[in-house]
């Protein structure tokens, strides 16, 4: 289970954390807080000026992102503006609450976009520690939800919702151990198992602001426990209520 829409859209050392002896919470108070979360993610059109980077790799990659909703799809649509030998690569991701969800992708050397497989969602996006699939909304209907306790992350009080998914064949993750704020509804951690149960991933929100009354995440850090490897991806620059072209959402423009 993934949550960089919620984090993203709402748009990355291993932290400690101690699971409680505690009773589990039960199922459905874990994840009626998630969907309080969920709902809560404004849907408001944006654009966005985004510094991607890798501290232990030594590249940054400059994007641009817009995000509205179009045709009963929350759409999100990325493009690469430097460096030059990743520069014009396109995304175009529809999350819909009721049907399937697509991520397109256009690779200028190709010269035409291609659907994303599911192959794809488990690999790399543009060589950071974040993946593909870490950009899709979670379908909570998927996963078994519980509380595992409360921590002070970021400098908010925390609830720990740990997901497991219900039909695990398949799944990039093991399990996810999200830290939420209840009062804000906001994520400040989210914590990735491998499938051997090991902690492999950690993202961070460093830096959160109010902006047009809206909570923003302005820096945020993935951490790759197993390789050692961490990114960074920052918001330089964003503009809520934006006006955007419904044409800059469909596969068309990818390849404009």
Known sequence: ???????????????????????????????????????????VPFFAKVKLSSTTRGWVRDLQLSFKRVD?????????????????????????????????????????SIRVSETVRKQAFLGSDFYVSDMVRPDLNAFQHAFVGE???????????????????????????????????VVTRSQFFDQKGKLWKVWTIDKIEKIDGLWTPLVQQMVNVHDNTQSRLEITEIKYNAELSDEMFHKAYLIR
């Open 1 to 43: 289970m993934t949550w960089t829409y919620v984090r993203f859209a709402a748009l990355l050392g291993a932290l400690l954390w101690t699971l409680p002896t505690a009773a589990r919470a039960d199922d459905s108070s874990a994840r009626e807080l998630l969907q309080r979360m969920i709902d809560a993610v404004p849907r």
């Open 72 to 112: 009963d799809a929350d759409a999100t649509y990325m493009e690469v503006t430097a460096p030059l030998d990743v520069k014009d690569t396109r995304f175009l991701l529809y999350d819909r609450a009721q049907g399937a969800d697509e991520q397109w992708l256009y690779v200028p050397m190709m010269k035409r």
């Open 151 to 185: 921590e002070d992350v970021g400098g908010r009080h925390c609830k720990l919702v740990e997901s497991v998914p219900k039909a695990p064949a398949g799944e990039l993750y093991s399990k996810t151990v999200v830290a939420v704020d209840p009062a804000d509804l």
